[in-house]
């Protein structure tokens, strides 16, 4: 349980530092490792953008929800916490990089939505009780954040969410026993 609780603020701990250099000590970090869509240049971001925040507000929104839904992903183990957050990065982030408008894409948001894809489709794929009450519970909590992955103009990255949330659901299909 330790080495559980350890990645996972260990996560946790790096998105708070990278953020809060960014914000209060290099402000030309938060556009550095922003996810550029389409861009050659922005292609370090699909790793780089979920750790950068713009504002300490953003940060603080994100934390809570990282926290409790990868603890519920990290209860399999650190190894698999570890697998499922590279695999949601990753594939949500290439998703973004590829459908993203053309702006800088930040946050950590991506990962949760991916996190959330990711339990409720383990709970439909896996049909197994304890994975199906996670999913039940991580739905009637979270779900109102679905209404994040439709279009809107106030500059929050919607293509990433919706992006992360897919790349979770993939990642659960393909690791059905």
């Not at 570890?82 to 930040?106: E, F, K, N, P, Q």
């Not at 979270?142 to 897919?166: K, Q």
Request: glycine residues 14%; hydrophobic residues 55%.
């Amino acid at each position: 349980m330790k080495a559980r609780a350890a990645v996972l603020l260990g996560f946790l701990a790096v998105i708070w530092a990278v953020s809060l250099y960014g914000l209060y000590a290099d402000d030309r970090l938060v556009r550095a490792l922003a996810l550029l869509p389409r861009r050659v240049d922005g292609l370090p971001g699909i790793l780089t953008a979920p750790l950068v925040h713009a504002s300490l507000a953003h940060l603080l929104a994100n934390s809570a929800p990282l926290v409790i839904l990868g603890g519920m992903v990290a209860i399999r183990g650190a190894a698999y916490y570890l697998a499922t957050t590279l695999a949601i990065a990753v594939c949500g982030g290439l998703g973004l990089w590829l459908i993203g408008r053309d702006a800088a894409h930040i946050g950590a948001s991506g990962v949760i939505f991916g996190y959330f894809g990711f339990l409720v489709a383990r709970g439909w794929y896996e049909r197994r009780v304890g994975s199906i009450a996670a999913a039940v519970l991580v739905a009637a909590v979270y779900g109102g954040m679905l209404g994040g992955v439709l279009p809107r103009a106030d500059g929050v990255s919607w293509e990433g969410h919706l992006c992360g949330l897919l790349a979770g659901a993939l990642w659960a299909r393909g690791r059905r026993r």
